[in-house]
């Protein structure tokens, strides 16, 4: 319940938080990840994700649909990709949690919808590493000897895939920084090979491979561009492991863009030469594209590289697959919507090792599956992916929630949202309609965990509810989705408790609608402030009154910070004012918005210099007096004061 101690002329006065924000306190508590990543690993593991089989095997089977136009079509998908990377980074800046986009959609659109959203994306990193492994399988044939009958069948070529699987399941249980080191030795070696083979195959291209362009229209090419989308799903991966990531509200966006721009490009060089060495009987349909293109102008030497180089990209992807799917499950089971034995976190390991287990296990099941079907689902449910991205971002901006305080904005806001929305929204109607059925067929089971489990555990808030709130101006929620964002920025920015924020948490607040003068103000300020110190009003009303007139405490149009000293010991308090129509200081302050009242004994003489030295840092932010007007509780009020920018000791 919320303690109002009087209510008078206007005037709100409030002591506690509520229960509301005590119980979302413990809702939201739970294991949590230790932070080893750096930039370069935030780097690698999307690049490397990236950098597998949606260019060592795609290029083939996508050329036999789009022809040489096939090269627009990796570059198109790039581009497709930069609405949703930026509005990804900006949700990650501001939510740096494990899940990636299942958090943001929930915190957005609300439960059912994250449900949807964290089960469709785990599935597609699922079957996208389910991919690289068959990759994998492919190229083995290529290495191993002709002899070797049992490696070449397909159950041995099977097996190499299972123990692989394994092999990174084991090496994610161990640890996150484990697989990034790897991770970062594999991408490196992948980057050095393409550049390679780029520079050494651009001379042997042939115009005439080229042309026609588009031998099956332009709609085809539009078409391929979300058949080959899977190639960039490795932008997702980097959100699913943001809760483990060293200063990730700067890490992972510059990650996350340096990452798309530098295989975009590379992509599109390393498809430019494939289509220009090869022509279509060759290339059509072939699963090791880029080693047939090294062989024609390399010969035998460029085939080994360029297929040591694709084991290379399956196992960095194989390996990354495995770190972020297997966060999705154990997001969702510490938000309650699936078993909680998935959100256990190893003691030593510090990883969440069922979840692992499980995401591994489902990859074994669908590494069984027709492969053009496993890559036409999983883009699809990439593209929705990045759609509800878009859409989290225009959601959480237009509710106006004032905790959510991303490090990075998306430029361009709206358009470019909507924009690529629209674009992604024409590029999933020009799919086949049986990759449909089964993206609905994931859908449908998502919705059904949320209705027979998720929602009867979870009780949890959206932007989406708040946006209404809004709009129709009537009281939908109970701001609890404020409280988490608040104990989330404090986590991101690794802002340890100090007194100032104690006393803050204590403090009583005025919300004052009416115009008052500044004696009017005091007389107010000191009924309140006596009930918790013991002291007269009388008293703290003249010491007020008689410090005011030594100088005045206005520090500029709009704030003001009225202080005295008291007589005992260890005696401190703060009370904070907000005046909607403004108090009248004096002729030159008329509209004094914001007023921090502070009381201290003499002991407390350090500490009321060190508080009035925090005040002044809170305030010296260009936007604070914007917030502060526009908070729409005193507990947001309060938020203000807790998260503004100080230094603490």
């Known amino acids: 319940m919320i303690l109002i101690s009087d209510f008078l002329a206007g005037k709100i006065i409030i002591k506690t938080i509520t229960f509301v924000e005590v119980r979302n306190k413990i809702l939201s508590s739970g294991p949590h990840l230790k932070r080893k990543l750096t930039l370069i690993d935030v780097f690698c593991i999307a690049s490397g994700a990236m950098i597998s089989s949606g260019i060592f095997i795609l290029p083939g089977m996508a050329h036999a649909q789009a022809g040489p136009g096939v090269i627009f079509s990796y570059l198109l998908a790039g581009v497709l990709a930069i609405p949703g990377m930026l509005s990804q980074a900006e949700l990650v800046s501001a939510m740096p949690k494990a899940g990636g986009t299942y958090f943001y959609v929930t915190r957005s659109m609300g439960s059912a919808m994250g449900t949807i959203d964290g089960v469709l994306t785990w599935f597609s990193l699922c079957l996208k590493t389910a991919f690289a492994l068959i ?179 399956f196992i960095s992807t194989a390996n990354a697959g495995i770190m972020s799917a297997s966060r999705y499950p154990f997001a969702l089971s510490r938000d309650k919507l699936l078993p909680p034995f998935l959100k256990k976190v190893h003691k030593g390991f510090h990883t969440p090792y069922n979840a692992i287990l499980l995401t591994g296990g489902i990859i074994i099941l669908v590494l069984f599956l027709k492969l053009e079907i496993l890559i036409k689902v999983a883009s699809t449910v990439l593209i929705l992916t990045f759609i509800f991205s878009n859409l989290s971002v225009i959601i959480l901006r237009e509710s106006r929630i004032q905790n959510y305080q991303p490090r990075f904005f998306a430029p361009l806001y709206p358009w470019m949202q909507i924009i690529g929305t629209i674009m992604l929204a024409f590029i999933l109607f020009e799919m086949e309609g049986e990759v449909f059925l089964i993206a609905l067929s994931l859908m449908a089971c998502a919705v059904l965990v949320y209705m027979f489990y998720g929602r009867i555990r979870s009780n949890r808030q959206s932007a989406l509810l708040s946006l209404i709130e809004r709009i129709t101006a009537k ?40 115009q008052l003068t500044v004696l009017e103000l005091f007389k107010e300020v000191s009924e309140v402030l006596s009930q918790s110190l013991n002291i007269p009003s ?27 000293v008291i007589e005992g010991t260890r005696n401190f308090s703060i009370l904070l004012v907000r005046s909607h129509r403004g108090v009248i200081f004096s002729p030159k302050a008329k509209k004094i918005q914001a007023i ?40 947001q009020l309060r938020d203000i004061v807790l998260l503004g920018k100080r230094k603490r000791k």
């Open 475 to 514: 009281e939908l929620v109970s701001h609890s989705l404020e409280t988490e964002l608040k104990e989330i920025i404090q986590e991101r920015d690794e802002i340890v408790k100090d007194r100032f924020d104690h006393i803050i948490e204590e403090s009583s607040i005025l919300d004052i609608k009416k």
């Open 135 to 313: 990759g994998m399988a492919a190229f083995v044939k290529l290495i191993m000897p002709p002899a070797s009958f049992f490696m070449q069948s397909d159950l041995g070529l099977t097996l190499i895939a299972l123990l692989l699987c394994l092999f990174f399941i084991v090496l994610n249980f161990i640890g996150i920084k484990e697989a990034g080191r790897i991770q970062t030795f594999l991408v490196f070696w992948l980057f050095a090979i393409l550049t390679l083979y780029v520079f050494k195959g651009i001379p042997s291209v042939k115009i005439f491979h080229l042309d026609p362009f588009a031998p099956h229209g332009v709609d085809a090419i539009f078409y391929t561009a979300g058949y080959v989308f899977v190639a960039y799903g490795g932008l997702l991966k980097v959100a699913s492991i943001a809760e483990e990531v060293v200063q990730p509200a700067r890490t992972i966006p510059r990650g996350m863009i340096l990452s798309l721009c530098a295989v975009s490009i590379l992509y599109t060089l390393v498809v430019f030469v494939t289509c220009g060495v090869l022509g279509s009987s060759q290339l059509n349909h072939s699963l090791t594209p880029l080693s047939d293109g090294a062989a024609v102008f390399w010969g035998p030497p460029g085939r080994i590289l360029l297929s040591i180089g694709a084991l290379l990209a």
């Open 596 to 635: 921090f009242v502070l009381v201290g004994s003499r002991d407390e003489r350090n500490f009321h210099l060190r508080a009035l030295t925090a005040i002044a840092q809170i305030v010296s932010d260009p936007h604070f007096m914007k917030k502060w007007l526009e908070a729409r509780s005193v507990s």
């Open 538 to 564: 009388s008293v703290l009303y003249h010491l007020l009154l008689e410090r005011e007139k030594e100088s005045t405490t206005v520090i500029s149009q709009e704030i003001a910070i009225p202080h005295i």
